[in-house]
Structure formats: C-alpha cells, structure tokens
C-alpha cells in the first residue's frame, strides 16, 4: 500500500514564500503590540476543556490526560490569558497589558479563509476600564492595520449595552429561547426574522421599536444621535451610547474617525460582551480580518474582579487581505556561495563572517 | 467601484427582473447564456440557487437574491436585510394520506428531500433522528416508490402534492425572495449597498 501522504483536511502548512511573508507579517504586528506597552504571554497548548468559553465546546479537539481529565487544544486566547491572570498570575498588579502570537484549533470544516488550524494574534488589556482603555485598543488595531500596508479598511463599532438592553426591555428573559432567536435574526439583520421572535415577546413598544430598526437600517442603526433620541427613556441604552459617543468623540480628536463606522446592530458573541465591540473588514475580503470587545465580567467569574478588553487579527485573513489589496513583501531566498574547490574550513570561516554583518549565505553544491 | 449581485436562473428570475425594473436598475437579458453579464453599474453573476448565498459569503458578490428555504437549508453567515416580497412558498412535511403521521411517528423513519439540513432540524425539535435520503429533485415520488416514508420539500399550490398522492401534514416555515448581502461589503462599500437597499425597498 502506498503511503499516505496528504495532511488531514482543516490542518495548515506554510513553506518557503508564504511562511515568509506570514512571519514579516506577524513580525510587524508583534511590534505595534509592544510599541505600546504589551507583554507577551505564551499560554499552553492545551488544558482542561471546561477553561475554554462554551460558545466554543462543541469546537474543540479533546483528549483525555494522563488522571484521566478532558483536556482540550486551545481553540482560543482569551480564556486561557484570563485564567492565567487570575491564577498564575494573580500577585501582578493590574493593568495587564499582554499579548500572543500563536495557532489555535477548532472541529469545524475550512470557511471562508479559514482552516480548522489557524493563527490568532491579539491582545488582552486586562484591568482596563472606560473609554481610555477602549480608545487604546481600537488605536492598536487601526495601528496594525497601517503597519501591514493595509490601506482599505474600516472597523464596524457597536455596544453589547445596546441590543441586551433592548432585548431585555423587549420583554425576554435570559434563558428564554426566543431570546436568542432575535438575536440571531438580528446579527443576520433579517427583519421578517425579528418580527417572528418578538411576536410572543410583550415588553415595551419602544425596545420593540428599535429592535425592529436596527434590522431595518432605519436610521438609528449608524447614528448615535438618532439612537439617543429613540431610547432615551432605556438607562442602560442611554449609557452604552453615552460610552460609544465619548469612543467617537476621542477617535475624531485622534484624527482616526474615518477609520470606524457606528454600527449600532453588531451583536454577535453577545453572551460574552459587556461593552464596545467591534469587528475589522477590508476591501476585497468578503469576511472579517479581526475584531473584539470589552468583557468586563469574565475575569470576576473566575474570582479575581476586572474589568477587560482585548481584541484579535486572524493572521492567515490578514495575509489575504494584504494580497489581495496589492501589498505584501517577500524576502529573496539567500544567495548561495559553491561549494568546492577551496578548502570547506575556510569557506565556513568566510560565511561566518559574511553572515555576522547581517547577510545571509547559502552553500551552493554538495546536494 | 460597482457591485456583483448573484442570481439563479430559477423560479425567483422573473420576479427580480420585475424588482429591479421598477427600481429604476438595470438588469441582464433573461435569454443570455452567459453566467457573468455586466450592466455598466451593476455586474450579475448567474449561479445555482443553492450557491447563491455562498457566493455572496465568500465576498465573490456583495449580494443576492435567492429563497429564504436556500438559507435556511445552508445556513450561510450572510445578511438578510430585505424580504423582497415575492416568490412566496411553504417549506413542508408531506406523506401519503394513509401514514397517519399527524398522530405519532414511527421509530424508523425514512425523509426524502433536497432540504437535509431543515429536515433534520425540524425532527430533531420531535426528539427524532430518521434516515434522510437526499435528493436533487422529483422528491414528490420517493414515498409512492417505496424510496422514503415521507418528503420534505417546497409547496406554491399544493398540486404537484396531490397529483403524486400526498398530503401535507405539518408546515415548517413559510419562505420567500431575499436579499442577502455580504457582511464585510455592508460596510466597505456602505454608499452602494445603502443605495441598492434604498431603491429595491421603493420599488
């Protein structure tokens, strides 16, 4: 039988051209990371499944340890960097400010760019509370943008405080089915969709309202203004916009505010955001390079209080991203000097030399 | 910087010609046979209905227009911001008069249908997992040839239910033409995607 020699479908590999340009990529993001400040933190490969986030659960690759626990490769950061900072680290005072460069796995067939294996580089702005530590990560994301070369893009700003306001005035419980279905209607901004989920729901007319608008694209959905006139009357809506409005407000000081767009109706992840979240999208890539947002209840949840943000770049949809909008650098393979002729010690001496003032030198022959 | 819009050459064809005229947008010939036809503003792709919202996911359009059964049964991470109002149709369960489904269902159970996902979906809600045989279409005769218990598939009128002796036993949903627009091109081309939005809600 001959041997099989195709990797398994979902698993990722890189050489030569691409797994430079990937490394010039990671190298330049790497250091706008720690151009401000952050710490690298290299977090396990695996560890025990229940750590990682349930959205997740039914993604993970398991294996079952040596004492006979379920053990899980990581199919992201965030929960391992907070478990850390709430564990190993719990003396550290806060802010934490640190950041990872690394693959990830997830049980789902390639989509969209996307391999079962991939490569994630973000950060976590642990103990960052307000605006300012909002207004730093967005500056940072923007920041690694420009420092591949890409030039198009635009990152998508909501308020988790928004939509689980109104889903909660809009008359739903927690646990309550209907729930999420309006709120998958509304990240799909399907309007038929969400009228079917707040039929049963009986709460207030104006949640109703809004919720109905922001799947509609009335107006209120990219406008701050229109948003606070319409929910005046809802505190925790008044106050996500309130938050979002002093983001804005800095980032058009910052001269960044070409750079976002207000949208009012992005709600996925919700069950795990607390604040601002945002999403990056590029011209020419159908979907998105990266994206984040404040989670200010998690770290609580595993004992030590604080608030958080962070926010992450898938590094293969950044490759594509930069290809597609015409960027992207590759270094030449390095010249080679033959082998032969001359005695090989002193051709190791020279290529020592040669390579000790930064060139880089290959040896010709002897294959 | 114009916008790709995917279409099927299916029921739901007429119907956007129809959409786009009134809009005041161009569209291509019905007749053409090629399966990528620029406009001058817009550029359309032709495209079977089940990819249609696959295309526009992967970015390849910024929209679409197909059934809301198609994103139902592929359940594609796209936009849906219009129904459009046509094409009107029933996602159904159907069996034969005598199976008596209505009241309880057998252990064994054997779906026909072109809607796996939906099929499963809607036993699953039953604590149900039948067989499903997939098919392409003609799903109508699979329960008179003994091929599956019973379908489930798209209703306009009923008739071809009938004329192939079945009856309908539960709705599932009921489905219309949608717009289904690309997540990333919503906002990198904001101005196109609000303009096509605005004139297909007058028209």
Known sequence: MPARLQLPQGASCFTFDEARRRRALEARVVSVFEGWGYDEIVPPLFDEAATFDPSLASKLYTFTGREGTTLALRPDFTSLVAKIAAGRLRHVAPPLRLYYSGEVVRYEPPRAGRQSEFHQMGLEFLGGGGPIADIEVIAIAIECLEAVGVTDFVLALGHAGVVTSLLDEAGFKLEDPRRDAALLSLSRRDPSAVADALAGAGGSEVAR?????????????QSVDEARTVLRDIEPARKALDDLESVTKTLEEAGLRNRVAVDLSESRGLDYYTGLVFRIYGSGLGFDVGGGGRYDRLLGRLGRPMPAIGFMLGLDRLALLVERQGGGESGPAPPSIPVGGESLGRLVQQARELRSRGRKIRFGGGE | MSLTIALSKGRLLTGAEALFTRAGLSFPPQDTRRLIVETGELRFLFVKDMDV?????????????????????????????????YGHCRMVLAAPPASGFAESWPTTLRVATKYAKVARGFFETRGLAPEIVKLQGSVEIAPGLGLADCIVDMVETGRTLRENGLDVVEDIAATSARLVVNRASDHTKRAEVASLLEKLKRG
């Open chain 2, 53 to 85: 919202p696959v295309y526009v996911e992967y970015g390849v359009a910024d929209a679409g227009i197909c059934g809301s059964d198609v994103l139902l049964e592929t359940g594609s991470d796209v936009l849906a911001p219009l129904d459009l109002g």
């Open chain 1, 209 to 221: 309202h809004a919720l109905m608008g922001l799947a509609e694209d009335n107006g209120i959905r």
